[in-house]
């Protein structure tokens, strides 16, 4: 393994004993491995995720290659008494590490699929994109999420809530097969319905705390190409167009998943001319079908308002990735969410006046996905994954800059205020702020019988509490 110089100069008293203690661990890792300590080259690179209002300050971080990495680190964490985090491809919202040791995987990339089984088997640090790319060249398809860059594992702990393929598949949790994972007594173990049942339960939708992960292996679907895209409308259309959305959802097939949202689009070069700095109301539509079928489910939408620009129709799932655009660079992200349990006229109303026209921050994102389908059937093997019978997500994202938080936070909490009456007062895990990493908040995406079972799990499994509870 590798190390980078290290400037003790620089070192606090308990950095300078984590350094000494690293120096142990270094030998016992392997050579694709790499311990940095705060001061060296590596260690912030390690750091950044894709928000970068998460501040991770750990007094470690280990880079690991192989399980086995996994498996010495979180031994060498019992040892010397270290709280371990984990990290994979940051692009989850985390909650910030202080001081304690943090295992970095994505380094830990394989996948491969099984095109006779119709399986994946993925590594702790691949993203979407990766498996998307590895599963089309045997026709064969994914529940992956709107970005292709989101890791696979996190996503997937979290329940991996698929605007593409969840209406008619589930959500990635419901298909996983098996997980490797490392426990908090240094043991790697492959996890089934089948050998741990209860543990398979937790781990899938439960999010982390139990373990750290280092593979999955879950279920494919034949497909190769969809009826898909973006439309987008003029701003000053959004309550036609949300409530003509509102709408058409109720009457859509399984195999049309939608999501809607109005945003601010920012002014560079990188936006299309026609939406640069505009409002726009941006519909983003997944049919499972023929382009002839998809076509006359989406008529009605496509006739709500006057399209700025129409991008839906026939396109190989590999490019997935253009329904919904999400941005890849990293920013300073400031995010709320809610499931509701219904969505009638006076809630678009409610939405739309607070929202939108009387807005007093500018617009970033105010999305509305609908759910529903087989996101409200239990799966074959039971999981954590709660709140099925919601049959919409709200979604609330901003970038602000530090200076602004405040007033874009106040916004969030107006808009969730507004809808309240029509809330679950629950949300999914995936979609906690990287505030929410205190167990009072992590309730909030469990029902209370589903929640003592997890913390029941974690106390067996962690019983000294080793391991963040999210990361």
Same mark, same amino acid.
């Given at each position: 393994?590798?190390?980078?110089?290290?400037?003790?100069?620089?070192?606090?008293?308990?950095?300078?004993?984590?350094?000494?203690?690293?120096?142990?661990?270094?030998?016992?890792?392997?050579?694709?491995?790499?311990?940095?300590?705060?001061?060296?080259?590596?260690?912030?690179? !390690?750091?950044?995720?894709?928000?970068?209002?998460?501040?991770?300050?750990?007094?470690?971080?280990?880079?690991?290659?192989? %399980?086995?990495?996994?498996?010495?680190?979180?031994?060498?964490?019992?040892?010397?008494?270290?709280?371990?985090?984990?990290? *994979?491809?940051?692009?989850?919202?985390? +909650?910030? +590490?202080?001081?304690?040791?943090?295992?970095?995987?994505?380094?830990?990339?394989?996948? @491969?699929?099984?095109?006779?089984?119709?399986?994946?088997?993925?590594? !702790?640090?691949?993203?979407?994109?990766?498996?998307?790319?590895?599963?089309?060249?045997?026709?064969?398809?994914?529940?992956?999420?709107?970005?292709?860059?989101?890791?696979?594992?996190?996503?997937?702990?979290?329940?991996?809530?698929?605007?593409?393929?969840?209406?008619?598949?589930?959500?990635? $949790?419901?298909?996983?097969? *098996?997980?490797?994972?490392?426990? $908090?007594?240094?043991?790697?173990?492959?996890?089934?319905?089948?050998?741990?049942?209860?543990?398979?339960?937790?781990?899938?939708?439960?999010?982390?705390?139990?373990?750290?992960?280092?593979?999955?292996?879950?279920?494919?679907?034949?497909?190769?190409?969809?009826?898909?895209?973006?439309?987008?409308?003029?701003?000053?259309?959004?309550?036609?167009?949300?409530?003509?959305?509102?709408?058409?959802?109720?009457?859509?097939?399984?195999?049309?998943?939608?999501?809607?949202?109005?945003?601010?689009?920012?002014?560079?070069?990188?936006?299309?001319?026609?939406? /640069?700095?505009?409002?726009?109301?941006?519909?983003?539509?997944?049919?499972?079908?023929?382009?002839?079928?998809?076509?006359?489910?989406?008529?009605?939408?496509?006739? $709500?308002?006057?399209?700025?620009?129409?991008?839906?129709?026939?396109?190989?799932? +590999?490019?997935?990735?253009?329904?919904?655009?999400?941005?890849? &660079?990293?920013?300073?992200?400031?995010?709320?969410?809610?499931?509701? /349990?219904?969505? %009638?006229?006076?809630?678009?109303?409610?939405?739309?006046?607070?929202?939108?026209?009387?807005?007093?921050?500018?617009?970033?994102?105010?999305?509305?996905?609908?759910?529903?389908?087989?996101?409200? /059937?239990?799966?074959?093997?039971?999981?954590?994954?709660?709140?099925?019978?919601?049959?919409?997500?709200?979604?609330? !994202?901003?970038?602000?800059? !530090?200076?602004?938080?405040?007033?874009?936070? $106040?916004?969030?909490?107006?808009?969730?205020?507004?809808?309240?009456?029509? +809330? @679950?007062? /629950?949300?999914?895990?995936?979609?906690?702020?990287?505030?929410?990493?205190?167990?009072?908040?992590?309730?909030?995406?469990?029902?209370?019988?589903?929640?003592?079972?997890?913390?029941?799990?974690?106390?067996?499994? &962690?019983?000294?509490?080793?391991?963040?509870?999210?990361?």
């Amino acid at each position: 393994m590798t190390t980078s110089s290290t400037h003790l100069t620089t070192l606090t008293p308990d950095e300078t004993a984590a350094a000494a203690a690293a120096t142990i661990l270094a030998g016992r890792l392997s050579e694709g491995a790499a311990v940095h300590l705060p001061g060296e080259d590596g260690h912030s690179a !390690a750091l950044v995720g894709y928000n970068l209002t998460v501040r991770h300050r750990p007094l470690v971080v280990v880079a690991t290659a192989t %399980p086995e990495d996994v498996a010495e680190t979180v031994r060498f964490a019992t040892e010397h008494r270290l709280r371990v985090a984990v990290r *994979s491809t940051g692009h989850g919202p985390g +909650t910030a +590490t202080e001081g304690g040791l943090l295992i970095n995987t994505e380094r830990m990339t394989e996948v @491969t699929v099984d095109p006779a089984s119709w399986t994946a088997r993925v590594g !702790a640090g691949a993203r979407w994109q990766q498996v998307i790319d590895a599963a089309a060249r045997h026709g064969l398809a994914a529940a992956n999420g709107s970005s292709p860059t989101v890791g696979v594992v996190g996503y997937t702990l979290g329940g991996g809530l698929s605007p593409i393929l969840g209406r008619t598949r589930g959500y990635a $949790a419901d298909n996983v097969i *098996s997980i490797d994972l490392v426990t $908090a007594d240094g043991v790697a173990r492959t996890v089934t319905a089948a050998s741990d049942p209860e543990l398979f339960w937790g781990l899938r939708g439960g999010k982390s705390g139990f373990g750290v992960i280092t593979a999955i292996e879950f279920r494919l679907f034949p497909l190769s190409h969809l009826y898909g895209g973006a439309i987008f409308f003029d701003g000053e259309h959004a309550g036609a167009v949300l409530h003509a959305w509102r709408d058409w959802v109720e009457g859509t097939p399984d195999e049309l998943s939608s999501s809607i949202a109005v945003l601010r689009m920012p002014p560079i070069a990188a936006v299309p001319e026609p939406l /640069r700095g505009r409002l726009v109301v941006h519909v983003r539509v997944a049919y499972l079908g023929s382009a002839d079928d998809g076509a006359r489910h989406v008529a009605p939408i496509r006739a $709500a308002a006057p399209a700025i620009i129409d991008a839906v129709g026939e396109m190989p799932y +590999t490019a997935v990735a253009a329904i919904h655009s999400d941005p890849v &660079d990293p920013m300073p992200v400031y995010e709320r969410s809610a499931l509701l /349990r219904d969505l %009638p006229a006076e809630a678009v109303d409610r939405l739309v006046d607070v929202a939108v026209e009387n807005a007093d921050v500018p617009v970033t994102l105010v999305e509305l996905r609908h759910l529903a389908g087989a996101l409200r /059937r239990p799966p074959r093997e039971p999981n954590a994954v709660a709140n099925r019978d919601a049959p919409f997500l709200l979604f609330l !994202a901003s970038v602000a800059a !530090a200076d602004e938080a405040a007033a874009h936070t $106040a916004f969030h909490e107006r808009v969730l205020s507004e809808l309240g009456a029509w +809330t @679950t007062g /629950r949300t999914f895990a995936n979609f906690l702020t990287p505030g929410d990493g205190r167990a009072e908040h992590l309730a909030t995406a469990y029902p209370a019988d589903v929640h003592a079972r997890l913390v029941a799990l974690k106390r067996h499994w &962690d019983p000294d509490g080793r391991f963040a509870d999210r990361s």
